[in-house]
């Protein structure tokens, strides 16, 4: 057990709906990740929070968004979903903003119909 | 930029078999470098770590060297176990950034 918890572990909905993942960090650790995973693209980073503010902007879609709240835990949201969102999200946090020793949550699986 | 090229799987073995997954990398200035593994079902896990040139970082058994000269990360384990089975990330992370560049995981599959 990483102690990162991720909520929903699975998501089923349609095209142009709307979802929102949530994340909570280990104890003690102020930088959020989120990573998507598919088969063809791999694992491909998303965004980055430490202690409330954005720190890193990776290949994240117009469509998505993110915040870290002032408790630490974080939101994804990703709206007006297409076919090729469908994947596993990853949140990850660690203690310091730039160490590299992520820790990772089990994932939120998202499947759009 | 930054990228992580890993050999392609999946690598099949039989128990206590050598294990060598190949992992070159292409950097500015001196990265440091992962090992991730992922179990199935389950999240990443960082498996070792190196911060520079010759570093070794080991592991549960698993070793892995840095590499500047050739500019690679060869994950190495002397006897793999049915319980190695999973999918191994090789990763950089470039000094002033914050962030991992994964490679695309090479899937270990390991037989009795």
């Known amino acids: 057990d990483s102690g990162v918890t991720q909520t929903p572990k699975h998501l089923i909905t349609a095209t142009g709906q709307r979802v929102t993942l949530r994340c909570s960090p280990r104890?003690?650790?102020?930088?959020v990740y989120w990573y998507q995973q598919s088969l063809d693209q791999g694992l491909q980073f998303l965004i980055q929070y430490y202690n409330g503010e954005e720190r890193a902007k990776g290949n994240i879609l117009e469509r998505f968004s993110a915040q870290q709240f002032p408790d630490l835990h974080s939101e994804l949201n990703l709206s007006s979903l297409e076919l090729g969102d469908s994947a596993l999200y990853f949140c990850?946090?660690?203690?310091?903003?730039?160490?590299?020793?992520?820790?990772f949550g089990e994932g939120s699986r998202l499947t759009v119909l | 930029g930054n990228s992580v090229t890993q050999m392609e799987g999946p690598v099949t073995l039989s128990e206590e078999a050598f294990l060598t997954i190949n992992c070159t990398y292409t950097a500015t200035g001196y990265p440091s470098l992962f090992w991730y593994v992922q179990y199935p079902g389950e999240g990443l896990q960082l498996l070792l770590k190196a911060t520079k040139a010759d570093d070794k970082g080991s592991n549960k058994g698993f070793e892995a060297t840095y590499r500047k000269e050739t500019t690679s990360f060869h994950l190495e384990k002397g006897s793999v176990q049915v319980s190695d089975s999973a999918v191994y990330f090789c990763a950089l992370m470039n000094s002033g950034y914050s962030t991992l560049t994964f490679g695309k995981g090479t899937m270990l599959l390991v037989s009795p």
């Open positions: 104890s003690g650790d102020l930088s």
């Open positions: 990850a946090s660690s203690v310091g903003p730039d160490t590299g020793e992520l820790f």
